[in-house]
């Protein structure tokens, strides 16, 4: 367990190099979570022969109409198996502690490492109790502003497009929230952006050529050191939210709206991450942490233009909008 990476606030230890990370000092501290890539776990052939329960079926549906992932529980779930459409498969204890995978010939390494630090990692998270939200985050100076929406909202888009202009980011896709002290903070991810092929030539034009994510996955990877962006080193208190709404043909667009603290709050929760894998004392504690969060941290809804190349004009509405929320800190509690 020699290469060491710190993701998510997690120190990762695996067997082998993790394409796309950046290996940390191996005096980090404490392993939280070790890896073992391209082997199942040494007890695989006990838990073949034991009874299964199917967990979770993914609405996701590949074009044969298979659900993209199931998720059972084996061993009378000493192993949370997680059974992907091509044949890729991980388990997790229980704890979050222990990650085995393997995959079938056609698959690698590199889709591995792409099911690893989404939604595999998400799981894990999950199981150790850290809150985590469908959203992507950038720094905004010492702190942290988080872009919270639905698959496709434009999140990743939006973080790529404020790294353009010189802000760190902190997460993509799964933003990780950590209650320190009264404060929220969000834990930087991984030194790199997921985008989908228009949103590149939306953000850099025709002429760039980024990598796919894995063999036969469309999006594209935007490395950050590679493209002279960064990856925040250290964890930063959350200081604003912008819920990803539906696009707007106003000529007024991206427009700022203040939804009720309910509305807040229904809405994270809606995009919490990995929600069907918590149990009811999980599920309570989460909602106790959202609510806390919500008294001590601004939230706008953000209905972006319909022209997604009008992105520059919604970072602009940003920035004015974080400074007017920092000026009214207590702007949240004015809204019910």
């Not at 953000?302 to 940003?318: E, G």
Request: proline share 7%.
């Amino acid at each position: 367990m020699q290469n060491a990476y710190c993701v998510y606030g997690l120190l990762l230890r695996s067997n082998c190099r993790i394409p796309s990370l950046d290996v940390a000092s191996s005096d980090e501290g404490s392993t939280d979570v070790e890896i073992h890539l391209g082997t199942a776990p040494p007890s695989q052939n006990e838990i073949s022969a034991q009874p299964e329960t199917l967990f979770f079926v993914s609405s996701d549906l590949v074009e044969s109409g298979a659900p993209s992932l199931r998720i059972w529980k084996v061993m009378d779930g000493a192993f949370l198996r997680m059974d992907y459409f091509d044949g890729m498969q991980f388990w997790l204890k229980p704890d979050g502690t222990e990650i085995w995978g393997r995959w079938p010939e056609g698959c690698s390494l590199n889709v591995a490492a792409m099911y690893l630090m989404g939604p595999v990692l998400g799981v894990v998270l999950r199981l150790r109790g850290i809150t985590c939200l469908h959203a992507s985050a950038v720094a905004f100076g010492d702190r942290g502003v988080a872009f919270v929406g639905d698959q496709g909202a434009g999140k990743s888009t939006t973080a790529a497009a404020f790294a353009r202009r010189g802000h760190d980011v902190l997460s993509d896709d799964i933003v990780t929230i950590v209650e320190r002290d009264g404060a929220f903070y969000v834990m930087p991810a991984y030194p790199y952006l997921s985008l989908w092929p228009d949103s590149v030539e939306m953000l850099y034009g025709s002429e760039k050529s980024l990598p796919s994510l894995s063999e036969n996955v469309e999006k594209r990877m935007l490395s950050l050191p590679t493209n002279h962006l960064r990856l925040a080193e250290q964890p930063l208190p959350l200081a604003a939210i912008f819920l990803l709404g539906e696009r707007s043909s106003d000529p007024a667009a991206p427009l700022l709206e203040a939804p009720t603290p309910s509305e807040c709050l229904m809405s994270l929760v809606a995009n919490s991450y990995a929600t069907r894998i918590l149990n009811e004392e999980m599920r309570a504690r989460e909602f106790a942490l959202l609510g806390r969060m919500l008294s001590a941290v601004p939230v706008r809804r953000l209905r972006p233009p319909a022209d997604p190349s009008r992105i520059n004009v919604l970072c602009d509405r940003v920035d004015a909008a974080f400074g007017d929320l920092q000026v009214h800190p207590l702007l949240t509690r004015q809204l019910a």
